[in-house]
């Protein structure tokens, strides 16, 4: 008999997160090349959002977030890595429709 599948649904205020990949060497607006080697620093970096539970109030499932990697639970599914964090741990969120932006978009 085959083993059951489990839904997974985030709780309370709980995000699970996605984390983009990051690239082995960076450039610089200039042009110039930042080898993977050289760490910045509290470096923020974007995810997508895979599941947010039912207190969450300012994402949804597939919006990009801004948020601190280094400050999270993380979690592997089926081989993929996610981060579990609160929603007041994100930073920033960048979305199709919004109200009040930056007037910055991705």
């Known amino acids: 008999m085959p083993d059951p599948k489990f839904e997974i649904q985030m709780l309370h205020d709980r995000v699970m997160v996605r984390a983009e990949q990051d690239a082995e060497e960076r450039r610089s607006s200039a042009g110039i090349v930042i080898p993977a080697t050289v760490k910045m620093a509290n470096r923020l970096v974007w995810g997508e959002v895979c599941g947010a539970g039912s207190s969450v109030r300012s994402v949804k499932t597939g919006d990009k977030v801004l948020f601190n ?38």
């Open 69 to 106: 990697p280094e400050e999270q639970y993380e979690v592997e599914v089926q081989g993929q890595v996610y981060l579990v964090m609160r929603e007041r741990d994100l930073h920033a969120v960048a979305t199709q429709q919004t109200d009040h932006g930056t007037g910055l978009y991705l």
